[in-house]
């Protein structure tokens, strides 16, 4: 029960300083424009506290989940007699300087996450662990290098398989296949695959023995043994210590990019697109992706924190009328028309995209109630 209490608290400060540091943007922005903010809220619903403060009001809502600015001319204006009030208002203002105020929020966020990646690369000699399928990954302002954690190890051998027939030892460690040497587990395949539908002869160690084998090689390249990876990827900032924080947000783009490619890709191919769909995930992912995180250290849950800050910069700069990214695509419509949207036409426009957009997280919190067992197993 303490678990959950503690899961939920983490839950809340996240979301909320993520939220809370993109709205502090769109605030700051609308400020240094002159702008006129009517509120900067600390959550949603009722109030708990609430100060005026040179004509806005400075509140905190009863759920801390996020927060919210209201400025005029950005939506609802609040009252009616505010409307005359050109200076201020933001829709009256030059369409770059509008578009500085929408942006504002994903700046932020993207100001955290490189912050964050600074301590985190700081804090972990500079260098972080990718994954082995990222081998052919063209790094910005990083080089990526091996290194060798173990020998080249099978721990299971297939029945009815080339390994079995030549009666290799259940587990052992690969030392040679045609007597070459074998330094990595993924030289394994390159080097059977010359050797398909005939037999070659491979050095295996087990129990301090090493012996030859005569191993028959299937027609796919492959004897029937299980292999381990015997090696890590090592993404390394070490000689760009400077602009790491940069670089590292731009890679991580990169590889999100890359590996979701590789998922739509596969679930084109096999028309499975459960792998898809488990990729996309709302509240309750996150929730088990912080329960997981948290028994890793405070460094492991700050390098969580900034991802979560770059991924919610993404999804606001989409081109969806409701989000930030929409709302700039329509303020650059209006700039190369010189012609306003009728204020009605962009309320509907905007409202319905809004709409549509929390239909889509009740759907992804639904799927996710759905297969929370799957989600669970994900971090167990």
Same mark, same amino acid.
């Given at each position: 029960?303490?678990?959950?209490?503690?899961?939920?608290?983490?839950?809340?400060?996240?979301?909320?300083? =993520?939220?809370?540091?993109?709205?502090?943007?769109?605030?700051?922005?609308?400020?240094?424009?002159?702008?006129?903010?009517?509120?900067?809220?600390?959550?949603?619903?009722? &109030?708990?506290?609430? &100060?005026?403060?040179?004509?806005?009001?400075?509140? @905190?809502?009863?759920?801390?989940?996020?927060?919210?600015? &209201?400025?005029?001319?950005?939506?609802?204006?609040?009252?009616?007699?505010?409307?005359?009030?050109?200076?201020?208002?933001?829709?009256?203002?030059?369409?770059? *300087? *509008?578009?500085?105020?929408?942006?504002?929020?994903?700046?932020?966020?993207?100001?955290?996450?490189?912050?964050?990646?600074?301590?985190?690369?700081?804090?972990?000699?500079?260098?972080?662990?990718?994954?082995?399928?990222?081998?052919?990954?063209?790094?910005?302002?990083?080089?990526?290098?091996?290194?060798?954690?173990?020998?080249?190890?099978?721990?299971?051998?297939?029945?009815?398989?080339?390994?079995?027939?030549?009666?290799?030892?259940?587990?052992?460690? @690969?030392?040679?296949?045609?007597?070459?040497?074998?330094?990595?587990?993924?030289?394994?395949?390159?080097?059977?695959? *010359?050797?398909?539908?005939?037999?070659?002869? =491979?050095?295996?160690?087990?129990?301090?023995?090493?012996?030859?084998?005569?191993?028959?090689?299937?027609?796919?390249? &492959?004897?029937?043994?299980?292999?381990?990876?015997?090696?890590? =990827? !090592?993404?390394?900032?070490?000689?760009?210590?400077?602009?790491?924080?940069?670089?590292? +947000?731009?890679?991580?783009?990169?590889?999100?990019?890359?590996? +979701?490619?590789?998922?739509?890709?596969?679930? *084109?191919?096999?028309?499975?697109?459960?792998?898809?769909?488990?990729?996309?995930?709302?509240?309750?992912?996150?929730?088990?992706?912080?329960?997981?995180?948290?028994?890793?250290? =405070?460094?492991?849950?700050?390098?969580?924190?900034?991802?979560?800050?770059?991924?919610?910069?993404?999804?606001?700069?989409?081109?969806?009328?409701?989000?930030?990214?929409?709302?700039?695509?329509?303020?650059?419509?209006?700039?190369?028309?010189?012609?306003?949207?009728?204020?009605?036409?962009?309320?509907?426009?905007?409202?319905?995209?809004?709409? +549509? +957009?929390?239909?889509?997280?009740?759907?992804? @919190? !639904?799927?996710?109630?759905?297969?929370?067992?799957?989600?669970?197993?994900?971090?167990?």
């Amino acid at each position: 029960m303490l678990s959950v209490i503690i899961n939920i608290l983490l839950f809340i400060l996240v979301i909320g300083t =993520l939220t809370f540091v993109h709205e502090l943007g769109h605030f700051v922005v609308a400020k240094l424009i002159g702008a006129k903010v009517f509120e900067f809220a600390l959550g949603f619903g009722p &109030k708990l506290l609430s &100060k005026i403060y040179k004509g806005t009001e400075y509140s @905190i809502r009863i759920l801390p989940l996020g927060g919210y600015v &209201k400025i005029l001319g950005d939506g609802d204006p609040g009252e009616e007699k505010d409307k005359s009030d050109v200076k201020g208002n933001l829709s009256k203002k030059p369409k770059y *300087q *509008q578009a500085f105020v929408m942006l504002a929020g994903v700046t932020m966020n993207i100001i955290l996450a490189i912050t964050f990646y600074y301590i985190v690369l700081g804090n972990s000699d500079w260098k972080l662990v990718l994954g082995t399928e990222f081998e052919n990954f063209k790094a910005v302002g990083a080089t990526i290098s091996r290194e060798k954690v173990g020998d080249v190890e099978y721990s299971e051998v297939i029945d009815e398989s080339g390994a079995k027939e030549a009666n290799l030892p259940s587990s052992g460690v @690969i030392n040679t296949i045609g007597g070459e040497k074998i330094e990595y587990s993924d030289e394994v395949g390159k080097k059977l695959s *010359q050797y398909k539908g005939s037999t070659v002869v =491979l050095n295996i160690c087990s129990n301090d023995n090493c012996l030859d084998y005569n191993v028959k090689v299937s027609d796919e390249g &492959k004897i029937g043994v299980a292999l381990a990876h015997n090696y890590l =990827l !090592i993404l390394s900032y070490e000689d760009g210590k400077l602009f790491s924080g940069p670089a590292h +947000l731009i890679n991580t783009v990169r590889l999100i990019t890359d590996k +979701l490619g590789d998922i739509i890709n596969k679930a *084109q191919d096999t028309g499975d697109y459960t792998e898809l769909s488990n990729s996309v995930s709302g509240p309750i992912g996150i929730y088990f992706v912080i329960d997981y995180f948290k028994d890793f250290g =405070l460094i492991a849950f700050i390098s969580l924190v900034a991802d979560l800050s770059l991924s919610l910069a993404i999804v606001n700069i989409l081109p969806i009328p409701a989000l930030d990214g929409g709302r700039v695509v329509i303020l650059l419509i209006e700039a190369i028309f010189r012609k306003d949207l009728d204020e009605r036409i962009e309320a509907i426009i905007i409202n319905v995209s809004f709409f +549509l +957009l929390m239909a889509l997280i009740v759907f992804i @919190i !639904i799927k996710d109630i759905v297969n929370i067992e799957s989600i669970k197993n994900m971090f167990m």
